[in-house]
């Protein structure tokens, strides 16, 4: 089994920065990829960001392109997403996930693992 855990959430300004990290442990894979959602109260979980194993593509959905940076560390099993700029409707719990086969999916059930989440609310 995998575990993902989240951290870094937390209350903010508008315009304000935000760096949640995921770490992964339990079963480990040679390679793979991972990536972070969000579901904000009354929505559907939607994709925010995915990067491959060691980096080399990254892919992020069109509402945080620009404002967020998604990097890991595989090393340490850890995923980052830096966010700036942020506005009110980034508000959301985040999910980070893992994938096996090192894809960039921005579909739910491209993700093998799941974390628990960490509440992200930013005030207007």
């Known amino acids: 089994q995998v575990q993902l855990v989240e951290s870094g959430g937390g209350l903010v300004q508008a315009g304000g920065s935000l760096r949640l990290s995921c770490a992964a442990s339990?079963?480990?894979?040679?390679?793979?990829?991972m990536g972070w959602f969000r579901q904000a109260p009354g929505k559907e979980r939607e994709f925010v960001a995915a990067?491959?194993?060691?980096?080399?593509?990254?892919r992020y959905a069109d509402s945080v392109k620009g404002r967020s940076t998604i990097s890991n560390d595989n090393a340490k099993n850890t995923m980052y997403l830096q966010m700036n700029s942020l506005k009110p409707e980034d508000t959301a719990v985040y999910y980070c996930?893992?994938?096996?086969?090192?894809?960039?999916?921005?579909?739910?059930?491209?993700?093998?693992?799941w974390g628990q989440g960490t509440q992200v609310t930013v005030s207007s």
């Open positions: 339990g079963r480990t894979f040679s390679t793979y990829a």
């Open positions: 990067i491959s194993w060691g980096g080399y593509n990254t």
């Open positions: 996930a893992l994938q096996r086969n090192n894809g960039l999916g921005r579909r739910l059930y491209d993700y093998d693992y």
